[in-house]
Nanobody, 127 residues
């Protein structure tokens, strides 16, 4: 059974940075497009960023383009999300999952849900 474990969230002031990690246990991430998604209270999860299984292409939601960077280290079975210039509107719970990359710029990317969601990691940005 595959377990996804997200970590690295916390409380940060506006303009600050955080680096999130997503580690998979029970299965290699190699060969999977991977994505980060976030969920605001009372809302459905939304796409944040995705990376091709080869690591050659990355995709971002317009709201985070230029501020967030997704990367992967298959040797460590880990996907990262470097978040810079954080804003209060980035406050959410962040999750990872294999991704269906869709849309010309990946803007319609969704989670495949072939693996269960992890517990997520909470990011809180104070103004």
């Amino acid at each position: 059974q595959v377990q996804l474990v997200e970590s690295g969230g916390g409380l940060v002031q506006a303009g600050g940075s955080l680096r999130l990690s997503c580690v998979a246990s029970g299965r290699s991430l190699s060969g999977y497009n991977m994505g980060w998604f976030r969920q605001f209270p009372g809302k459905e999860r939304e796409f944040v960023a995705a990376i091709h299984w080869k690591g050659s292409e990355t995709y971002y939601a317009d709201s985070v383009e230029g501020r967030f960077t997704i990367s992967r280290d298959d040797a460590k079975n880990t996907v990262y999300l470097q978040m810079d210039s954080l804003q209060p509107e980035d406050t959410a719970a962040y999750f990872c999952n294999p991704a269906w990359i869709k849309g010309d710029k990946g803007e319609m990317t969704t989670a495949t849900l072939i693996w269960d969601w992890g517990q997520g990691t909470q990011v809180t940005v104070s103004s």
